[in-house]
């Protein structure tokens, strides 16, 4: 159990700093934002794609860390635009 959850963290961490990597933002981040992003990016992503009839985040495989770095670049394309509004 615990195990599991150490890997999903860093699978997070993985998918965020990619995804930070993608949108210019790496040196605005640290690993706790790094995870956040990730994680909350694979439950964007896997959202998105069932949207479109595709399979979402489906284990730790490519696939899933795909899926996680493409909702985590559309969480951070949509943080990024709330904050240049206001």
Not at 30 to 49: H, S, T, Y
Not at 54 to 83: C, D, M, P
């Amino acid at each position: 159990m615990l195990i599991n959850l150490i890997v999903w963290i860093l699978f997070g961490a993985l998918a965020g700093w990619i995804a930070s990597m993608i949108m210019g933002r790496d040196h605005q981040m640290g690993a706790l934002a790094n995870i956040i992003v990730g994680i909350i990016g694979a439950v964007l992503g896997g959202f998105l794609m069932n949207l479109f009839g595709a399979a979402g985040v489906t284990g730790f495989n490519i696939y899933s860390l795909l899926v996680a770095i493409v909702g985590a670049v559309v969480l951070l394309f949509l943080v990024g635009a709330v904050q240049r509004a206001t």
